[in-house]
């Protein structure tokens, strides 16, 4: 079989004086894709980032580039270049000089370099800025930068650690399209760390989900949001109402639970199958919640109920729609249908809902 991954790593594993932050990860990532690790703060992204940039030793397992082991080859050589959070342009430097840097260090012909930079900031759509400082540019401009001073140097595989972390909210959401559109661009492999979700979701061809060291799932977006492989993938990926409760009947793979609060919920089992009198987690999306005026048949509808609106919080499509059980005061988050039919719904008022158990997916809780 042809050896198609650019990046591999084997049971990679990094303790700290007997703390294991990376925990045994093995992964592939195919020439040309762009690879998330997405995680909570602290689960050890960029520890494991450093360790394929060589800044930091693995305790144990493997690191292979192109087929090659890394392992004894130094930061400086291997074919590598990571941009950071905070970019680290130099501001004494202008943006040809900046670009140009990692070039002159390697000691290429000044000729050259003038005209890797030219075509290197072409490419990232900033042609001709060669000359200008640091400090004229805008916040996008800055990354895209940031972005060619790694390209130029034609790395096998580009490292980002959460690189739009420090923009604000609109430029964020911009940037991850252009991100994309760069790493086609450039058709370069792309392994990026962050903690936000939505981020991964639209750029990456995969992703991986960390949590303690270890990684839970691998998978494309669709494959994470629809199909977690545990209740911790379920929560993190996406936004998700969750219920937890004791397990009351099996049928099949349909498991219904009822919730601390007493209310009886149905959910698909998605990974082991629990048994009755265990204790289960259910998560269904806020878009799977079906909302009515009327009451659904409880007889024919098993996850139906009535709920209290607490609050709307518009924001166009997305809005949402806070809930509240009356008897169990559990809370619920539906998004809002976008057929108007609901835009008056107010505070206090008494509104139907139902999913299908089929949307809603069920694990066993831990320790459980
Ligand atoms: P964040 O998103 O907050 O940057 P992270 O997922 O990148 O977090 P890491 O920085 O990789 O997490 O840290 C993982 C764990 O390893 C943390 O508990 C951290 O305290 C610990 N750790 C990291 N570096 C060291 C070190 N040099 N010595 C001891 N412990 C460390």
Same mark, same amino acid.
């Given at each position: 079989?042809?050896?198609?991954?650019?990046?591999?790593?084997?049971?990679?594993?990094?303790?700290?004086?007997?703390?294991?932050?990376?925990?045994?990860?093995?992964?592939?990532?195919?020439?040309?894709?762009?690879?998330?690790?997405?995680?909570?703060?602290?689960?050890?992204?960029?520890?494991?980032?450093?360790?394929?940039?060589?800044?930091?030793?693995?305790?144990?397992?493997?690191?292979?580039?192109? $087929?090659?082991?890394?392992?004894?080859? $130094?930061?400086?050589?291997?074919?590598?270049?990571?941009?950071?959070?905070?970019?680290?342009?130099?501001?004494?430097?202008?943006?040809?000089?900046?670009?140009?840097?990692?070039?002159?260090?390697?000691?290429?012909?000044?000729?050259?370099?003038?005209?890797?930079?030219?075509?290197?900031?072409?490419?990232?759509?900033?042609?001709?800025?060669?000359?200008?400082?640091?400090?004229?540019?805008?916040? !996008?401009?800055?990354?895209?930068?940031?972005?060619?001073?790694?390209?130029?140097?034609?790395?096998?595989?580009?490292?980002?650690?959460?690189?739009? !972390?420090?923009?604000?909210?609109?430029?964020?959401?911009?940037?991850?399209?252009?991100?994309?559109?760069?790493?086609?661009?450039?058709?370069?492999?792309?392994?990026?760390?962050?903690?936000?979700?939505?981020?991964?979701?639209?750029?990456?061809?995969?992703?991986?989900?960390?949590?303690?060291?270890?990684?839970?799932?691998?998978?494309?977006?669709?494959?994470?949001?629809?199909?977690?492989?545990?209740?911790?993938?379920?929560?993190?990926?996406?936004?998700?109402?969750?219920?937890? $409760?004791?397990?009351?009947?099996?049928?099949?793979?349909?498991?219904?639970?009822?919730?601390?609060?007493?209310?009886?919920?149905?959910?698909?089992?998605?990974?082991?199958?629990?048994?009755?009198?265990?204790?289960?987690?259910?998560?269904?999306?806020?878009?799977?919640?079906?909302?009515?005026?009327?009451?659904?048949?409880?007889?024919?509808?098993?996850?139906?109920?009535?709920?209290?609106?607490?609050?709307?919080?518009?924001?166009?499509?997305?809005?949402?729609?806070?809930?509240?059980?009356?008897?169990?005061?559990?809370?619920?988050?539906?998004?809002?249908?976008?057929?108007?039919?609901?835009?008056?719904?107010?505070?206090?008022?008494?509104?139907?809902?139902?999913?299908?158990?089929?949307?809603?997916?069920?694990?066993?809780?831990? $320790?459980?």
């Amino acid at each position: 079989m042809p050896f198609t991954a650019d990046l591999v790593c084997r049971d990679l594993t990094k303790e700290f004086k007997g703390f294991r932050a990376v925990d045994h990860v093995s992964f592939d990532v195919p020439q040309g894709s762009f690879f998330s690790i997405l995680g909570p703060s602290g689960c050890g992204k960029t520890t494991l980032l450093r360790m394929i940039a060589g800044f930091q030793f693995p305790t144990s397992g493997d690191l292979l580039i192109k $087929g090659k082991s890394m392992i004894d080859v $130094g930061p400086n050589k291997r074919p590598v270049s990571m941009v950071f959070q905070h970019l680290a342009l130099f501001p004494m430097m202008d943006i040809g000089k900046n670009i140009g840097f990692g070039l002159r260090q390697r000691g290429v012909p000044a000729a050259e370099i003038k005209q890797r930079v030219g075509r290197v900031l072409e490419r990232v759509g900033l042609p001709g800025i060669e000359n200008r400082q640091v400090s004229q540019l805008s916040g !996008g401009q800055k990354q895209r930068v940031a972005i060619a001073r790694c390209m130029v140097l034609e790395p096998d595989v580009l490292l980002l650690d959460e690189p739009l !972390g420090a923009l604000d909210l609109k430029l964020r959401e911009h940037m991850k399209i252009e991100l994309k559109a760069l790493q086609a661009e450039f058709n370069t492999t792309f392994v990026y760390i962050t903690h936000d979700q939505s981020e991964a979701l639209v750029m990456s061809d995969n992703i991986a989900v960390m949590n303690k060291g270890k990684f839970d799932q691998i998978g494309t977006a669709k494959e994470l949001y629809y199909e977690p492989a545990n209740a911790f993938v379920a929560g993190f990926v996406g936004d998700a109402n969750r219920f937890e $409760g004791k397990v009351t009947a099996i049928n099949d793979r349909l498991v219904t639970i009822v919730t601390d609060g007493g209310i009886t919920r149905q959910a698909q089992a998605a990974a082991e199958l629990p048994i009755v009198g265990q204790r289960a987690l259910a998560f269904v999306r806020p878009e799977a919640i079906q909302l009515s005026k009327t009451a659904y048949d409880s007889a024919t509808h098993p996850n139906a109920s009535a709920q209290i609106v607490d609050s709307v919080l518009f924001n166009g499509a997305n809005s949402v729609v806070l809930l509240r059980d009356p008897q169990s005061g559990e809370t619920l988050h539906a998004g809002l249908p976008q057929t108007g039919d609901f835009l008056g719904l107010g505070k206090g008022e008494t509104i139907h809902t139902n999913w299908h158990a089929t949307q809603a997916r069920c694990f066993v809780a831990e $320790g459980h």
